[in-house]
Structure formats: C-alpha cells, structure tokens
T-cell receptor, first 115, second 106 residues
Framework: KAGVTQTPRYLIKTRGQQVTLSCSPI?????VSWYQQTPGQGLQFLFE???????NKGNFPGRFSGRQFSNSRSEMNVSTLELGDSALYLC??????????????FGEGSRLTVL | ELKVEQNPLFLSMQEGKNYTIYCNYS?????LYWYRQDPGKSLESLFV?????AVKQEGRLMASLDTKARLSTLHITAAVHDLSATYFC??????FGAGTRLTVKP
C-alpha cells in the first residue's frame, strides 16, 4: 500500500512569490491535514480537509490556503511568500470513517526555502 | 485555547537508564497519540491510546493515558541509542505538543 506522497520535496522561492504544494493520501483515506514545522514554532496545524470540505483551520493568515479534490488529493498554496514561511510542510492522511482511530500517516514533507 | 504541553523538551540519557516523558493537555480528549520523528525525517505513529487507562507497549517504550488527569506518559526502559529522536504527543483535532528531543548517549 503506497504511503502519503508529497511533491515537490524541496523548493526554493523568493519573497513575494507564491507556491503550491501537493499531497496524495493513502488510498482510501479521505482526510488530509497540513502542518508547518519550523525549529522555532514546532509543529503547527494549518488545516484539515475531509471529502473536499475544510473541517478545521489553524491560526494562519489568509495567505495560506488549501483545497481537496474529489480523489482526496490535496494542495496547499501560500501566496506572497515571506522569509518566515521557510519551513517543512507536512501532509498527513487519516481514514476517519467508521471505527477509525484517527491515527495520522505522514508524508516525507516539502521543504520550502524562501530567499 | 487548546494547549498540549510536553516535558521535558530536551532529554539526554545514558544507555540503560529509564525515564518518562509527560504530555499534559488542556481540553477533554478521550484519545491521545504519540509520534516519533528522526532528524530530517517525517513523523511516524508510535501509539494510539483510545480510552482512559489505556496502556500500550512496544519494545522499550510504554505509553499510558489518564483522561481524568489529562495526562499521558511515555516511559522509556533501558534506553538504547536507536531511541534517539524527537517524540510528539497529540490530542483530538491533532494539536501537537512541542516535542521532546531525546538523545541517548553510550
């Protein structure tokens, strides 16, 4: 069974640009969550999607947005990049149907560097 | 606001010693998760604790949950170098603690 796949794995952008990150969940998983991980702030929740609907949102500015497609794949977008957006962005999928434990399965992450 | 607090944040242990990592959370949650992250890697699930009093063990790690005290513990027995990693706890809605960076020294 394939795991969670995130693309791209590494990318470098400059301030003011925008970036789109992609996440393909484990087959059958309909919930996708996004996290930002930085040395200073730790692991912060961005948002969660289930069946194409945003169910939860963390405390991030509107420059951070996401969406989920009918095949459960998800994208997140960050517009007008700032230096502080440099981070590892982690996507996680979860089954969340029936007797689910809610356990998260993480992808390898997309490491964004903003110059 | 939901808070998930782990302590200690940094832990340096000698091989063969025992220690406990604590995870306190501020809201009602009947389940709690522990994850491990190796340097430069992603997170992997260690334990899923689904009810009050739940205890799970894998190798030298044992996790427990007390929902009334809003406390989970991750106990390390006879630590070995391979356990060096950062350990995170998380509660419902997947809010994570700051992580405990564990270093096991020979």
């Amino acid at each position: 069974k394939a795991g969670v796949t995130q693309t791209p794995r590494y990318l470098i952008k400059t301030r003011g640009q925008q970036v789109t990150l992609s996440c393909s969940p484990i087959s059958g998983h309909r919930s996708v969550s996004w996290y930002q991980q930085t040395p200073g702030q730790g692991l912060q929740f961005l948002f969660e999607y289930f069946s194409e609907t945003q169910r939860n949102k963390g405390n991030f500015p509107g420059r951070f947005s996401g969406r989920q497609f009918s095949n459960s794949r998800s994208e997140m977008n960050v517009s007008t990049l700032e230096l502080g957006d440099s981070a590892l962005y982690l996507c996680a999928s979860s089954f969340l149907q029936g007797p689910s434990t809610g356990e998260l399965f993480f992808g390898e992450g997309s490491r964004l560097t903003v110059l | 606001e939901l808070k998930v607090e782990q302590n200690p944040l940094f832990l340096s242990m000698q091989e063969g010693k025992n220690y406990t990592i604590y995870c306190n959370y501020s809201t009602t949650s009947d389940r709690l998760y522990w994850y491990r992250q190796d340097p430069g890697k992603s997170l992997e699930s260690l334990f899923v604790l689904l009810s009050n009093g739940a205890v799970k063990q894998e190798g030298r790690l044992m996790a427990s949950l007390d929902t009334k005290a809003r406390l989970s513990t991750l106990h390390i027995t006879a630590a070995v170098h391979d356990l060096s990693a950062t350990y995170f706890c998380a509660v419902l809605d997947m809010r994570f603690g700051a992580g405990t960076r564990l270093t096991v020294k020979p």
